[in-house]
């Protein structure tokens, strides 16, 4: 989804009237095609996750939800308000009534903001596990936070919000949610210390930006963040880049609406990639394990292409020395790629690699596949064989993220399974 700066949703938020809040009915699944690990997903956070989580001197200066005059929730972050817009939680609503005007709680359908009825919202759509970023007001790489005036306070939040995360939210239900955790990007060494000790207790995967100069920390260009990136590749965590993270979309015009913004958006991806190859992150550090989160597939090939022409024009004194290795090989080691909907991308996954691609639901923002994901997959990878299917739908997921598959029983109620015990016996 298009993101937008805290202070443009603060001030969006108050001034777009709440309305209507009409909830659609419950939908019903048609058909389990094939269970997914679902890679990008969001949620909405409860209202008292820094209650008991922050040391007690820094309790009372945690953030808060405070409700304003007209009953509208409030992220307070100090002389900060943020607004819960519907933004963060679209699923399940009317288009025309999907704004960025700020919302109770309860004009959420459940499944945004509670766990056990998630869980359901993820049955409905076939998700066997899910990864969940941040809801919009701390930013998909913890940014609320790391731009604290108070940077005890801040850390001390950070580390109450990933305590939450992989206590209340995927410990209500470990085998159904893959913890991915927020970075601590104003100390580059903190940050490798929490990636050691979260890992130790079953974290496997962090939310980074995929441009943190445009955050206001240094670029990745340089050495500054080494301790943080050998942190990730000694522990085995996966980095999310999950595009736009950075509060920077295309826009073309002034006068460009809502509908260029989602047509460009591939376009971040490809500056987050070929940004984080030539910045020799991942030369440095080859066992990394870096994702372009919400980024799409269908551009990939045409980035190898000019990954190729670029190599092939390099000479002695460029950046890219002969020394590197080719950066389409890093491109095919080192990154992975993750599908809202990409029909001609599935088309081409020679040229991508099959154990290159995830998928995605993206619930619950505006852009979600829920409650159609099963449909709209079964539609663009029904060509291909059922073991590249299992890959693509949840093995590549599950090896990457060292989560469980979904159990076998699952697997072979679903249309796939159906499909895979005929050809066994065909066979």
């Not at 008991?52 to 005059?69: C, F």
Request: aromatic residues 10%.
């Amino acid at each position: 989804m298009a993101l937008l700066k805290p202070d443009e949703i603060q001030t969006i938020g108050r001034r777009l009237e709440r309305g209507e809040s009409t909830l659609l009915p419950d939908p019903v699944l048609e058909e389990l095609w094939c269970p997914l690990i679902s890679v990008d997903d969001h949620v909405l956070e409860a209202p008292d996750m820094f209650e008991g989580r922050v040391p007690h001197s820094l309790a009372d200066a945690a953030p808060k939800l405070i409700d304003d005059e007209n009953g509208l929730p409030h992220w307070v972050f100090e002389d900060q308000r943020l607004a819960i817009s519907l933004a963060n939680g679209s699923s399940g609503r009317p288009l025309h009534e999907q704004t960025m005007a700020a919302q109770k709680y309860s004009d959420f359908r459940r499944g945004v903001w509670d766990v056990h009825t998630r869980i359901l919202d993820m049955d409905v759509n076939g998700v066997w596990a899910s990864l969940c970023f941040p809801a919009i007001p701390f930013g998909f790489a913890g940014t609320a936070f790391n731009r604290m005036k108070d940077p005890e306070l801040g850390l001390a939040c950070l580390r109450a919000y990933n305590d939450w995360l992989i206590e209340e939210w995927c410990g209500a239900y470990p085998d159904r949610f893959i913890p991915c955790q927020l970075p601590w990007m104003a100390d580059p060494t903190i940050a490798a210390q929490e990636i050691v000790a979260n890992a130790e207790r079953g974290y496997r995967a962090v939310s980074f930006s995929e441009n943190p100069e445009k955050l206001g920390f240094p670029h990745l260009y340089g050495n500054h963040w080494d301790t943080f990136f050998q942190a990730c590749e000694e522990t085995d965590t996966v980095i999310n880049l999950h595009v736009g993270s950075s509060g920077s979309i295309h826009r073309p015009s002034s006068y460009s609406p809502g509908e260029v913004t989602v047509a460009l958006f591939p376009l971040n991806g490809m500056e987050a990639i070929a940004d984080w190859i030539y910045s020799k992150v991942a030369v440095r550090y080859p066992r990394l394990k870096i994702v372009l989160s919400e980024a799409g597939v269908s551009w990939v090939p045409m980035m190898i292409e000019r990954l190729g022409r670029a190599w092939r024009q390099r000479d002695a004194s460029t950046w890219w020395t002969d020394a590197d290795p080719n950066p389409v090989d890093v491109l095919h080691r080192n990154f992975w790629f993750t599908s809202i909907e990409d029909p001609s991308a599935f088309r081409v996954l020679d040229l991508i690699g099959p154990d290159k691609v995830m998928l995605e639901s993206d619930y619950p923002h505006g852009d979600s596949s829920w409650p159609e994901t099963q449909a709209m997959f079964k539609r663009d990878l029904g060509h291909l064989d059922v073991e590249t299917i299992e890959r693509i739908c949840f093995r590549t997921a599950g090896g990457l993220y060292r989560h469980p598959e979904p159990p076998a029983d699952l697997l072979a109620s679903s249309t796939i399974g159906h499909r895979k015990r005929q050809e066994a016996v065909n066979a």
